[in-house]
C-alpha cells in the first residue's frame, strides 16, 4: 500500500476514534440553565484540570428513538474491545447483511452500500467502513448545560395547537 494511503487511513482512524470518544464531563447546569462553573471546574485557567472520569457504557438490548430520521442510531450496547481496522471489522460481523440471521441484530442499511455517486456497491461502502464516526454508544453522564431540543413531532403537536414556532 503507498505511503500516501497509509497515512490516510491513519488520519481517519484517528478521527474516528476521536469524535467517538464519549465525552464524560461532571459539570451540572445552574438554576437558570448556565453553567454554575466553567465546564473545566474551578481549576484556574494556567492550570491543568483533573481528568474527568470515564463513565460506565451503556449496555441494553433496547433500539434507541431516533430524534430526526436522519439521525445515525446511537449503539444501544457496549463496544468495548471491538476492532475497526484494515484487518476487520467487528461490527460487520453481527451487522452485515449475511450475518443477522445469526445475530439477530439490525443490518447496515441500505445508504450504507452507496458510493460517493449514489451507485450501490456489492458491500459496504468504504465511506461507511468507519462505524464509530457516526453511531456512538452512550453513557449516563449527566448532560453538562441545558437542553431545549424539541422533536419534529411535539413541534407540530405544538404548533397545530395554535402555538408558536418560537
Ligand atoms: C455481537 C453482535 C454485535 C456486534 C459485534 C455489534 N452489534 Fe450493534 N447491535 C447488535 C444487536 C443485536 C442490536 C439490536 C439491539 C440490541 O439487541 O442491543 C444492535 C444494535 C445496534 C445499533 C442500533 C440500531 C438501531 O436502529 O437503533 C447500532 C447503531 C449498532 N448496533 C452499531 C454497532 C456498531 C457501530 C458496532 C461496532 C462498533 C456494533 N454495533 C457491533 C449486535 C451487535
Ligand atoms: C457517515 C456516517 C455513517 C457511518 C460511517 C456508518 N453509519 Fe450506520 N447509519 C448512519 C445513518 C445516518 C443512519 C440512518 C439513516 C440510514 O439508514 O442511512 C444509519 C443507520 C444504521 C443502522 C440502522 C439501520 C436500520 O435500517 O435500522 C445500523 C444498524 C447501522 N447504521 C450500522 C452501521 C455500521 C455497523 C457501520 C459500520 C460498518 C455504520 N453503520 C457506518 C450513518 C453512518
Known amino acids: 500500500m503507498s505511503r500516501l494511503l497509509r497515512s490516510l487511513l491513519r488520519v481517519a482512524l ?8 464519549p465525552v464524560a464531563m461532571s459539570q451540572s447546569a445552574g438554576p437558570d440553565g448556565g ?16 481528568a474527568p472520569r470515564i463513565q460506565p457504557i451503556r449496555n441494553t438490548a433496547a433500539r434507541e428513538t431516533r430524534n430526526y430520521p436522519e439521525q445515525p442510531p446511537v449503539i444501544p450496547h457496549t463496544i468495548e474491545g471491538y476492532q475497526i481496522d484494515l484487518n476487520g471489522n467487528k461490527c ?12 439477530q441484530a439490525p443490518m447496515i442499511s441500505i445508504t450504507h452500500f452507496m458510493d460517493r455517486e449514489g451507485q450501490f456497491l456489492a458491500t459496504v461502502s468504504p465511506r461507511r467502513f468507519f462505524c464509530t464516526e457516526c453511531h456512538v454508544s452512550q453513557t ?13 413531532d411535539s413541534l407540530i403537536t405544538h404548533l397545530k395547537a395554535g402555538g408558536s414556532a418560537k
Open 14 to 21: 484517528a478521527s474516528s476514534l476521536g469524535l467517538a470518544a
Open 35 to 50: 453553567l454554575s462553573l466553567p465546564l473545566r471546574g474551578p481549576t484556574p485557567v494556567a492550570d491543568p484540570a483533573p
Open 92 to 103: 460487520l460481523s453481527c451487522h452485515a447483511r449475511s450475518r443477522i440471521r445469526e445475530s
Open 140 to 152: 449516563d453522564a449527566k448532560p453538562p448545560v441545558a437542553n431545549s431540543f424539541i422533536d419534529i
